[in-house]
């Protein structure tokens, strides 16, 4: 069993700074890619960024330059550094990692439980 632990949201105004905290834990063999995602009510959810093994990043057009993503694989755990914040940032955010649980399995990707992001203007 794999869990997964998400921490960090709240409420923020407009211009501020959350850093988002994504915990793996239970049987976990490696960490491939690692990512975030976010959704609004009523639109579908949305790449925010993406880490690999090797630490190369991807990132969506709207955070570029104001989001960072970050991995400490010692402790199994995405970051995801929100500054610049913006009421359009509003959403549901969650992580997503792709674990593989023995050397024998390929890597399946497991979700966090979302967290709120809220910006106020």
């Known amino acids: 069993q794999v869990q997964l632990v998400e921490s960090g949201g709240g409420l923020v105004q407009a211009g501020g700074s959350l850093r988002l905290s994504c915990a793996a834990s239970?049987?976990?063999?490696?960490?491939?890619?690692m990512g975030w995602y976010r959704q609004v009510p009523g639109k579908q959810r949305e790449l925010v960024a993406t880490?690999?093994?090797?630490?190369?990043?991807n990132y969506a057009d709207s955070v570029k330059g104001r989001f960072t993503i970050s991995r400490d694989n010692a402790k199994n755990t995405v970051y995801l550094q929100m500054n610049s914040l913006k009421p359009e940032d509003t959403a549901v955010y969650y992580c997503v990692l792709g674990i593989r649980t023995s050397i024998l399995s390929a890597p399946n990707d497991y979700w966090g439980q979302g967290t709120q992001v809220t910006v106020s203007s």
């Open positions: 239970g049987s976990i063999f490696s960490i491939n890619a």
């Open positions: 880490i690999t093994s090797g630490g190369s990043t």
